[in-house]
């Protein structure tokens, strides 16, 4: 850190907004301070406020929309400066945040009164993306994961920490040098959607050269390959968690993954000046247990957010969520996004659904006292780090008086699952009790205001009060007596913090002033006085006051300090009341929408009746869905050819299959009449069109790439959801990519996955002949008056047309266009070419009437390709031509044939 003025003005030369000659003590301390934090925005505390210098000022009024304006205007060279009310700090920091910007909080760490010189000032925490605890910037049902990544021997080490509620985790997972090496770690970061990632700079060589990276530039945080270390790390972490060994973690083995862990704990011991005791475990876990979800299927099937706004409006997540805790609706979003993998697992919790879809009256009564209970864990980490102020205890106070009755209606459930969260909901009387006799009621925010501490719960500071009240009522006496004893009726006795209390009497009355009273103040229509007798007065009041202040600190201190010690217990009880709050929200989901139980098990079957899809149907409530039934496994009815037109329904069925079979796995009832799910390992989706301009992808290349994915990580237990292969090339190009894609997923040993294959390319329908597994269904559609209308229903066979024409007329496209697009349809249909070569397709209006029907070029994949051909050979007639004739049409017959 540089002390002397040469280093300092270094750093002042270094900013380009200005170069400013002399430094008070102030900006001197300021600078050195600064170039601790050089790659955050220093929030530097004088009086009241929070101010920004030189660069930092002129970023910080950009993105916060504040006024900037500069110390020492009249200087040559003004220093930019920009600053915000210290009270309302929260907001400001979230929205740097948000603008991925670090923010360092530069406080008074020593009393302004007993300061010589300039007030002592520190760093007292540095707040990233993945470091926010403060409510006020945070989003309530979202986790805030610090995230980080390292890579040992060919696994990829993955940990990942939400400091607001303590949630730490580690994972470890394959590496490969395949162009995919890195997409299993891609799939784990986008389900867990980190707010900041950790890396080595080694590792970000290897980020960087990648042309899909899963998260903004913006959130990568380069550290030294030091805080990686694994021997470091294990230290670090055996200290941490005040432990001999790791074995008790069931972590211990994995290397990569306690190497990524440390970083994290490296990371904040270097920008939190707090321990973080609610941070008090490590789960690790393993990704088999789970689901697959590549980032496709979660894009895909809208799990959390919609493809086009990323909004949850719109997500199976809004649907789904009923939960009434901020804690609640994070864990259900876990749920969704980790599908459980194991049947008996997956069943307790249909049970306790069960319990609670089946008991209305006692699910309401949950639902209100859980409407009613804050976040527990995160008034638990602010509680541990030290950040919690009297509102948060009182909040933290009135949660554990519900947790008694919470408790005492879930002993009424029988579910296993039920019973054991009813078992780890703690109310933590102890607690409770202490918070309720200690804190006001109604305490004001700052801590350092007074006014928290309740009446009775400390001798000395009530004894305090009780001289600062008595003071204050002799003032209120005095100031009777002095308007009686002067006759100046307008006399008053007031306080301010330069002048302390003092008697103001206006210039009318200056001739009624005593000779004790004692100038101390001239205004423009009054006189300020004092007196011995005021100034004694004075003196024991605020002195009281001051040691109330102090003494009301100290107090409130030491009960939070207290309460973080029931740390573990809180968090265990947040934990229960989380689960609780995710299997009443599905119960209260399944009866209002009439859902049903799925029979989970490991027959690999997947069978539903009257399946509905849960999103569509509730954005559409007035318009009554179709359900529609499914049925596929392994021996029969494995691979499913879906065709009809657009708008028809294939892309919203085939969605509603996954989402209806992720649902059962998250242990979720299912909008269906019955349900029978097998255990799925993977769900696989290609659907829809998309190019990626930024990696110079085509719609086709991105597809081509999806489909890869799909065909060399699907297995036999996978769900595989396929629309529309093959329609970002030509005609004959797609049908034949899409045709072997059918057969490989049909045919490759050890593969079979359960498939729903959506198309236009009729041709694929004739698998079903040759392929015993394959089945045909289409979308049914009703041929009215030259229109057609959607019946959405699946039924067995493939469809006879595309009825593109039509959907081109439904959409609105002009009646010429449509007109005339139906006779070039008919051109094509009666073959592409005439006798003398000329393309039908540009035959003009009313000239093809007289055209014989051909077969379409777009012919059977089972007919030879000349076949067309040798029919038009048989049915010439060589009699009516010349010799010469006949010999040129057989020559280009030929040719044709060749």
């Known amino acids: 850190m540089p002390t002397d003025a040469a280093s300092i003005l270094k750093i002042v030369d270094s900013t380009k907004s200005a170069k400013p000659v002399s430094l008070t003590p102030m900006m001197k301390q300021y600078l050195e301070i600064k170039d601790r934090c050089r790659d955050a925005i220093l929030f530097f505390r004088l009086g009241d406020f929070y101010e920004m210098f030189f660069d930092d000022a002129v970023d910080a009024s950009k993105i916060l929309e504040i006024t900037l304006t500069a110390r020492n205007k009249n200087d040559e060279n003004p220093v930019p400066l920009c600053g915000i009310p210290y009270h309302a700090a929260s907001s400001y920091i979230a929205k740097l945040i948000e603008h991925g910007r670090k923010v360092a909080i530069c406080d008074q760490v020593e009393d302004p009164k007993e300061a010589k010189g300039i007030v002592k000032r520190d760093i007292t925490r540095i707040i990233t993306p993945g470091l926010v605890i403060d409510e006020g910037t945070l989003s309530a049902k979202d986790t805030n994961y610090l995230a980080s990544a390292c890579l040992r021997d060919k696994t990829w080490g993955l940990s990942f920490l939400d400091l607001s509620t303590g949630d730490f985790r580690m994972t470890e997972l394959p590496f490969s040098e395949s162009p995919a090496g890195l997409s299993l770690l891609w799939d784990e970061l986008l389900r867990i959607d980190p707010k900041e990632l950790l890396i080595s700079d080694a590792i970000n060589k290897c980020f960087t050269a990648s042309d899909d990276l899963p998260l903004n530039p913006s959130a990568f945080t380069n550290l030294d390959d030091d805080c990686f270390d694994i021997e470091e790390g294990r230290k670090r972490l055996l200290e941490h968690f005040r432990l001999q060994s790791l074995d008790g973690l069931g972590c211990a083995s994995m290397t990569a993954g306690l190497g990524a862990a440390s970083a994290i704990l490296a990371y904040i011991g270097e920008n939190q000046n707090a321990y973080a005791g609610h941070v008090d475990r490590l789960r690790p876990y393993h990704t088999d247990s789970f689901m697959h979800i590549d980032a496709a299927t979660k894009r895909n099937l809208e799990l959390t957010s919609t493809m086009l706004e990323e909004n949850k409006k719109g997500s199976l997540l809004q649907v789904l969520d009923f939960t009434e805790t901020a804690m609640g609706g994070r864990r259900l979003k876990e749920w969704i996004n980790y599908p459980l993998q194991d049947a008996g697992a997956i069943n307790d919790r249909l049970d306790g659904v069960a319990e609670f879809k089946d008991a209305a009256s006692l699910r309401r009564e949950v639902r209100e006292l859980l409407g009613g209970i804050y976040d527990l864990e995160r008034l638990n980490g602010r509680v541990s780090m030290g950040r919690a102020n009297p509102r948060d205890m009182i909040a933290l106070g009135n949660s554990l008086k519900k947790l008694p009755h919470v408790k005492k209606l879930l002993e009424d459930f029988n579910s296993k699952l039920l019973q054991t969260l009813s078992s ?418 540009s035959v003009p209006k009313g000239k093809c009437s007289d055209m014989p029907l051909k077969q379409s070029q777009q012919m059977s994949l089972f007919i030879h390709p000349a076949e067309h051909i040798f029919e038009e050979i048989r049915s010439m007639d060589i009699s009516s031509m010349t010799p010469l004739d006949a010999l040129n049409r057989l020559s280009r017959f030929k040719e044709e044939v060749k």
């Open 424 to 841: 780890e909901i703690d109310p933590v009387e102890q607690l409770e009790l202490l918070i309720d006799s200690a804190i006001e009621e109604a305490p004001p925010i700052n801590i350092k205001e007074g006014g928290i501490i309740c009446r009775g719960f400390n001798s000395e500071l009530d004894e305090l009060r009780q001289i600062s009240s008595e003071g204050k009522t002799y003032l209120t006496r005095m100031e009777l007596q002095e308007k009686e004893r002067t006759g100046i009726s307008s006399l008053k006795v007031r306080y301010n913090k330069v002048f302390g209390y003092y008697i103001e009497v206006t210039k009318t009355n200056l001739a009624l002033v005593p000779d004790n009273y004692i100038r101390k103040q001239t205004l423009s229509n009054a006189e300020r006085y004092i007196t011995p007798e005021l100034k004694e007065y004075e003196a024991k009041i605020l002195g009281a006051e001051d040691k109330i202040e102090a003494l009301e600190y100290e107090i409130f201190a030491s009960i939070r300090e207290k309460a973080a010690s029931y740390s573990k217990r809180l968090r265990d009880t947040a934990d229960a009341l989380s689960s609780v709050d995710v299997l009443c929200s599905l119960g209260e989901t399944a009866d209002r929408f009439d859902y049903v139980r799925p029979e989970v098990s490991e027959s690999g079957r997947l069978k539903i009746v009257s399946g509905r899809h849960p999103v569509v149907e509730r954005l559409n409530p007035e318009d009554p869905f179709v359900p529609n039934d499914t049925c596929l496994d392994s021996k029969e009815d494995q691979l499913i050819i879906i065709t009809g037109p657009n708008m028809a329904g294939k892309s919203t069925y085939i969605r509603q299959v996954a989402v209806l079979t992720l649902m059962a796995h998250m242990g979720s009832f299912v909008p269906a009449d019955s349900a029978e799910i097998g255990i799925v390992d993977r769900i696989f989706t290609r659907v829809g069109a998309s190019d990626n301009l930024a990696k110079g992808q085509s719609t086709f290349m991105v597809e081509m790439n999806e489909t890869s994915n799909i065909l060399n990580n699907a297995t036999g237990k996978s769900l595989i959801i396929l629309d529309e292969i093959g329609r970002g090339t030509s005609t004959f190009d797609g049908v034949s990519i899409a045709w072997a894609v059918a057969e490989y997923i049909h045919d490759s040993p050890g593969l079979g996955a359960k498939t729903l294959f959506a198309t236009h390319y009729h041709e694929l329908t004739e698998l079903a002949l040759t392929k015993e597994r394959v089945k045909n269904y289409n979308v049914a559609v009703k041929e009215w008056n030259d229109s057609i209308i959607f019946l959405r229903k699946i039924v067995e066979g493939g469809a006879s047309r595309s009825y593109g024409i039509e959907v081109a007329r439904l959409a609105g496209l002009p009646t010429e266009v449509v007109a005339r697009s139906k006779e070039i349809l008919s051109n094509l249909e009666r073959g592409e070419f005439d006798d003398e070569g000329v393309p039908k397709i």
